[in-house]
Structure formats: structure tokens, C-alpha cells
């Protein structure tokens, strides 16, 4: 008989690897396994990082599984224990949980569905019999022990790593690598890698071979090699990438958190070569300082701050070194870089570049808005929100009188009039001006507002003297002679203190002036002048109690052509009132006198005013015939007092400037000008009126003190007489 061998054991695994949890994953087992068991299904993919908790696995309803399935922890792999029957129980649904002692759920939950594949194990209804010798050999295709090897390993490739047997012949060998490795597999069953292997890339490898025959169909069932790649510390630890600056606030306490280093070694995790320490490179502590800046823990990479001071703006880069292998001897290591910024906090007050400046002065005729003066203040802190500043007026300011212009962010204040001053009413004032921060100031004592003490003296002011008119014009003839008056310079108020006169620039000597009534006359003939030139000389005065206040005026001279006849003379017009408001009420300027031309028919006089501004201003003048013209005020109120008013008459060619005197008054219903009473010639003075009742006054008490006196001097003689001296009275 020829020994046959019959081989029934048919497995087909096909493993789901699913791409995202919580796919299902789907598994085939055949029916009445004969080999060994137990028989690993598929790889779950359990995380693969160690996490304390236990795998749970259950069946349909939830409960724990007591059937023929289980899951290594070790390895991750679900495995059955016992041959299945699909007569029995075709499908089983399993769901997979990594949970903790307290039931809470880590990881899953993972279904998986096992299908049991049918097997022809049923005898049918019609039956044959057959005659099979069957011969014993010894089964070598035995599961293999997980290999482990170390990465970057250094020997000849391809390198032997175990080997499988089939011991019936006509055998061929199939390797699957999951995932896809530098594995491979000869005609004898010697599994080989081909390369050196990276733990990093890959830390495990499941190898599957396969026993076929020629027609590729398998003798048995896979036999499954675990490949774990051992560790080397080939990977240094890696720095996170600098971000950028961290910052913290100054005045920032001991020991509060920067920042913490996450440094990755690629090593494996949990294993000397990825255990990290870490030490602080700089900055070194200062010479002299207590303690260091930062302070780092070795353990955790975490840096917080020392007791070393930090100042605002500065920029410090914090070098630290993370070594490898725990730090011992032969570790890889990385210089690890954190930039710091110390942030500015509002922790100082703003305060004055002096608390007290010299006195200033002002007139009291300063004009509102004028600049008194501009403070300096300075803010210590770097943010440029914590230097803007506000400014107040503090004390010594109750009227409102001064106001302060700033703008927040220039540290510059400016002190301004905003009322008018009074030397009367305060002759000087003591400001006091407080700036504070705009933000909230913070810090342990950021302290007051700073102040500045200004003082501000105010200086009385005289008005200078004032003339009638702003400037003064005059036309003469180039024949006029020496001597002629031309006109009179007057003050504005008469009643003012007296002035001095005198001319200026008079380069000519053409002019004279009185010095104290003013009246400017021709010095000498006019040589040289020619009809329509121009001469302007500077007319000064002087207030005889104040010489250091004047004022001045220009005389301006038109020459004119120098008349063939007898200047006319205009009738004289003596001097009038106008009311003030103006009323309907005029001057007349009259006509000539004993003018043969105008008699004969040879033409009308002509009027206008001279070409003072001011003259023009206040007064109109208008033509009443060929020899008067009429004088009215040009304004509604006119200034009270007496005004001349400078008229300039032409006839032909001759052409002469007359003073027309008009008093200008409040005026009664009636229309009468009511004028001031001044001191009349010869009468008394208030004073010598106190001084001569007083002395009456006194002169009544002397008479009465001797008149009493001689009374009681009589009385008391009668007194020191006898009773019988004293005459009796007869009986009537």
C-alpha cells in the first residue's frame, strides 16, 4: 500500500485593518479548525501608547464574553481558543473596550464580526465508502517565537531571522509583510531581512508565511511572525520651533510659569533613550545679584520666574540644553531657545521736570488766549499708553481765569490766559498745576499727581496819551509864509494829563510846534516845495507826569500851487452842539467874505472833508449853496466832547484846509446839550470848604468852653459868700 497523506485543514483569515475606530472590523474562521490553538485571528488596533486600563470584551448583549474568543494584551491580537461549529452558531458579534478599574471607557468601543465558513462535514443522503491508508509523519510547521531585532542594525544583508519547515515535499513558500517590510522568504524557509530597519519608521512587523503546492493552494494554516524592532537612541531630542517672544508683565512675582518645553524624542517612549532632562544655559545669573532671572525644572522643562529683578523692554533669549538617555554619559542633546519679553506695567506717575518756577509777570491788558508759559512733564514707564497724561489746574484758579492746552501724548503743557486780569482785583495769582497718568496707574506705590506751582504776577498799566486824530493832514501853498499856523495837535480827552509836543523827523525845518498847545505854524519859507509833493514828519508827545509814555503821529503836508490872489477868507463859524444819539440837527459851514469873484459871478466854492479817516468816519458833509455847506454826524453816537473837524475848501485853483470846532454832547427832550459843571474861577474848592467848616466848627467851641467856664467860676463865688451876705428878697 503506498502511504498517503491527507491534508483537511483549510484557514482563511482575511483581516480588516480599519482605517478610523469605530469600523467594524470582519473575520473568517472555518469550521472545525484541527490545528493548534490557540489560533490568533487579527491584530485590533489598540492604542500604542501605554495606557493604564484593561481590555474588555464582550458578546451581543454587552456582558462579558465567556465563549471561545479572547484578546491577548500583550500583542493586541483577538484569538479563539476552541474549534468552531457553524451548525452551532454561525456569526458572532464581539466588541472590543480598553476601560479602567472604575468601568470608565478609554478606547473603543471595536466590533468585530466572526463569521464561521462552512465546511463539508455533514454526511448527505447517499453514501459511498472508500478505503484511505493514511501514514503518520512529524508535523514541523509548528507557530514561531516573536524575533526581535535592533534597528540600524550593522551586518552583511540579507541577514537570516528564522525559518519555517512543511514536511511533506513539493512545497513552495509565500511571505506576506504587514505592513509592507524589507523581509523575504527562500525555497528552504529561511525568512531573511534585507535591510536595516528604523524603529521610528516602523516598530512592528507581522510576517505571514504560506506552504503551497504548485497550484498555489495552501498545505496548512499561516504561520504568523512578530517582528519588533528594538530601539537605539539614534534620534537627539527635537526643540519645539521658536515662536515668537513670550511676554510678562515687570513687577511679575517668583515663580510665576513662562513658558514649558515640549521637547519630542523619537525614541521609544517610556525608554532610557527618550528620557529627557533639561538645565538652563543662560542667561547666568549677574554678579552679585541673589538668585538667578528664570529658574527651570530639570524634570518637567518647565521655567518660571527667579527672585533676579527684571527691568521693562528688556528682550532676554533663554538657551536651554535637553539631553537624552536621563543625562548620563553618551546622551544626545539639543540647544532649546525661548525669547522673553518683560512688558511695561503704568507703575510710575508722571511728575513735573521742576516743582516750581520763577514768578512770571503780565500786563493787565494781556489779551485773552495769550501763552503764560509751557510745563514739562516726563512718565518713567516704556508703553506709550502709560505716558499719556492728563493736566488740571489744582488750586489758585476759583475764577477760571487760566486754562491749560495739552495734548496727551507730548508730556508738553501750555499755560494760557482765558479771561482778562485786573490789578485791583488780584494782583497775582498762585496756580497750582497736577498731572496724573490717563491709565490706571498700578504697582505696588505708584504714588499722587505731581504739581508745579506757578505764580503770576500782574503788572498795573498806564494808558499811554492819546492824540484826537490817528494822522494828520495839512495843504499849504508854496507861498505860505513863515509863521502861518497850519493846525493844532490836541488829546483825545481833554481833561487828560498834560502833553509835551514835538516834532520828530522835520528834516527840512519847514515846521515848528508849540510844546505844550500843540499848534504847528511855518518856521521858514518854503523853499524848495513844489506844488503836489509831499512832506510827512513824525509828530511826538509826551505825558508831562509819565515821559516814559508818548505816542505819535504822522503830519502829513500837501503843497499846493501858490494862489494868484488873496486867499478868501471864509465866514467864521462859531462853535455848535450836536446831540449824541444823532439827532436831525447840523452845522452850517458860511460862505465868504468880501470875495469879488464870487459877487461877480466867477464860480461857487467847493466843500469836503479833509482825509483824516477818523473825520471821514464820524461826519458828513454835504453842500447847501455855491457858499455853505452842512456839517452832520456820520455815525449814530459820536464820542462827547468837542471835535475839529478838518474841511477842505477849493475855489478855481486855489485849494486850503479850514478847523471846524464842534462840541458833541448828550442832549435833554428839549434838545439842550447837557454838559459837566467843572470849577468855576474863584469859587471855593471842596476842600477849602471842609477846612473852613471845620474851622467855624471849632471856633463855636472855644466860645462855648470859655462861656461855660466863666459860669462855673461865677457860681462857685457866689457860693464861698455868707448866709447873711446874701441880700433877701422883699415881701410883696
Not at 51 to 58: A, F, K, N, R, Y
Not at 169 to 194: A, C, N, R, W
Not at 307 to 332: F, K, S, Y
Amino acid at each position: 500500500m503506498v502511504p498517503a497523506r491527507l491534508c483537511l485543514l483549510c484557514l482563511f483569515i482575511p483581516q480588516a485593518f480599519p482605517g478610523a475606530q469605530p469600523a467594524e472590523v470582519y473575520v473568517d474562521v472555518p469550521e472545525n479548525y484541527g490545528g493548534n490553538f490557540p489560533l490568533y485571528l487579527t491584530k485590533l488596533p489598540l492604542p500604542r501608547k501605554e495606557t493604564e486600563g484593561q481590555i474588555v470584551l464582550s458578546g451581543d448583549s454587552g456582558v462579558a464574553a465567556e465563549g471561545p474568543f479572547a484578546v491577548d494584551p500583550e500583542s493586541g491580537f483577538l484569538l479563539v481558543t476552541r474549534a468552531l461549529d457553524r451548525e452551532e452558531q454561525a456569526e458572532y458579534q464581539l466588541q472590543v473596550t480598553l476601560e479602567t478599574e472604575d468601568g470608565r471607557v478609554l478606547w473603543g468601543p471595536q466590533h468585530v464580526l466572526v463569521h464561521v465558513k462552512d465546511e463539508n462535514d455533514q454526511a448527505s443522503g447517499h453514501q459511498a465508502t472508500a478505503t484511505i491508508d493514511v501514514s503518520i509523519v512529524e508535523n514541523t510547521w509548528v507557530p514561531l517565537d516573536p524575533v526581535h531585532l535592533a534597528e540600524n542594525l550593522q551586518v552583511p544583508y540579507p541577514h537570516h531571522v528564522a525559518q519555517v519547515h512543511w514536511s511533506g515535499g513539493d512545497v513552495h513558500y509565500h511571505l506576506e509583510s504587514q505592513p509592507l517590510g524589507p523581509f523575504d522568504v527562500d525555497k528552504e524557509g529561511k525568512l531573511y531581512v534585507t535591510r536595516e530597519l528604523d524603529r521610528e519608521a516602523q516598530a512592528e512587523y507581522l510576517l505571514r508565511v504560506r506552504a503551497q503546492n504548485t497550484r498555489g493552494e495552501d498545505y496548512a494554516e499561516t504561520l504568523e511572525l512578530h517582528v519588533v524592532v528594538m530601539d537605539e537612541n539614534d534620534n537627539m531630542p527635537v526643540c519645539p520651533p521658536r515662536g515668537p517672544a513670550i511676554s510678562i508683565p515687570e513687577l511679575s512675582p517668583p515663580g510665576t510659569k513662562v513658558a514649558k518645553l515640549l521637547v519630542e524624542d523619537a525614541d521609544a517612549p517610556g525608554s532610557p533613550n527618550s528620557h529627557i532632562v533639561y538645565r538652563l544655559l543662560s542667561p547666568e545669573p549677574e554678579e552679585g545679584a541673589e538668585g538667578r532671572a528664570f529658574e527651570l525644572d530639570s524634570t518637567s522643562g518647565s521655567v518660571t520666574l527667579g527672585a533676579a529683578p527684571l527691568q521693562a523692554g528688556q528682550n532676554i533669549l533663554l538657551q536651554v540644553l535637553v539631553t537624552d538617555l536621563g543625562g548620563a554619559e553618551g546622551g544626545l542633546s539639543s540647544t532649546c531657545e525661548i525669547a522673553v519679553t518683560i512688558t511695561d506695567i503704568n507703575d510710575h506717575a508722571p511728575e513735573f521736570t521742576t516743582s516750581q518756577i520763577e514768578p512770571l509777570s503780565l500786563p493787565e491788558d494781556t489779551e485773552p488766549g495769550t501763552l503764560v508759559t509751557t510745563l514739562m512733564a516726563t512718565d518713567a514707564d516704556l508703553e506709550p499708553a502709560f505716558r499719556l497724561m492728563d493736566f488740571a489746574i489744582e488750586a489758585g484758579d476759583v475764577e477760571g481765569t487760566f486754562g491749560l492746552d495739552w495734548e496727551p501724548d507730548s508730556g508738553r503743557v501750555q499755560l494760557r490766559l482765558l479771561k482778562n486780569l485786573s490789578y485791583e482785583a488780584a494782583p497775582s495769582h498762585k496756580l497750582v498745576v497736577v498731572v496724573r497718568s490717563v491709565a490706571e496707574p498700578v504697582g505696588p506705590d505708584p504714588g499722587p499727581g505731581a504739581t508745579v506751582t506757578v505764580t503770576v504776577l500782574v503788572e498795573r498799566v498806564v494808558p499811554p496819551p492819546q492824540l484826537d486824530q490817528e494822522s494828520y493832514e495839512a495843504s499849504v501853498p508854496v507861498s505860505t509864509p513863515a509863521g502861518s499856523l497850519l493846525l493844532t495837535i490836541r488829546p483825545s480827552d481833554p481833561m487828560s494829563s498834560p502833553l509835551r509836543f514835538s516834532l520828530v523827523n522835520d528834516s527840512e525845518g519847514w515846521l515848528c510846534i508849540e510844546e505844550v498847545s500843540g499848534e504847528v505854524h511855518i518856521a521858514r519859507p518854503l523853499q524848495g516845495a513844489q506844488p503836489g509833493d509831499m512832506y510827512t514828519v513824525l509828530v511826538e508827545a509826551q505825558d508831562a507826569d509819565e515821559p516814559t509814555l508818548s505816542t505819535s503821529a504822522n503830519l502829513v503836508i500837501h503843497f499846493l500851487k501858490a494862489p494868484s490872489a488873496p486867499t478868501p477868507t471864509l465866514a467864521p463859524v462859531p462853535s455848535r452842539h450836536l446831540c449824541t444819539p444823532r439827532q436831525d440837527r447840523g452845522v452850517v459851514v458860511g460862505g465868504p467874505r468880501g470875495d469879488p469873484d464870487l459877487a461877480g459871478g466867477h464860480g461857487p466854492y467847493s466843500f469836503a472833508l479833509g482825509p483824516n479817516p477818523t473825520a471821514q468816519r464820524d461826519w458828513r458833509l454835504r453842500a447847501l449853496n455855491g457858499s455853505h455847506a452842512y456839517l452832520t454826524l456820520g455815525l449814530h453816537w459820536v464820542e462827547p466832547r468837542e471835535h475839529v473837524v478838518p474841511i477842505v475848501v477849493s475855489h478855481h485853483d486855489l485849494v486850503w484846509q479850514i478847523q471846524v470846532r464842534v462840541i458833541v454832547c448828550r442832549c435833554n427832550v428839549e434838545g439842550q446839550c447837557m454838559r459837566k459843571v467843572g470849577r468855576m474861577k474863584g469859587m471855593p474848592t471842596k476842600l477849602s470848604a471842609v477846612g473852613i467848616l471845620v474851622g467855624t466848627l471849632i471856633a463855636i467851641g472855644i466860645f462855648l468852653i470859655l462861656i461855660f467856664t466863666h459860669l462855673t467860676l461865677a457860681r462857685k463865688k457866689d457860693l464861698d459868700q455868707p448866709v447873711d451876705s446874701v441880700p433877701l428878697k422883699a415881701a410883696v
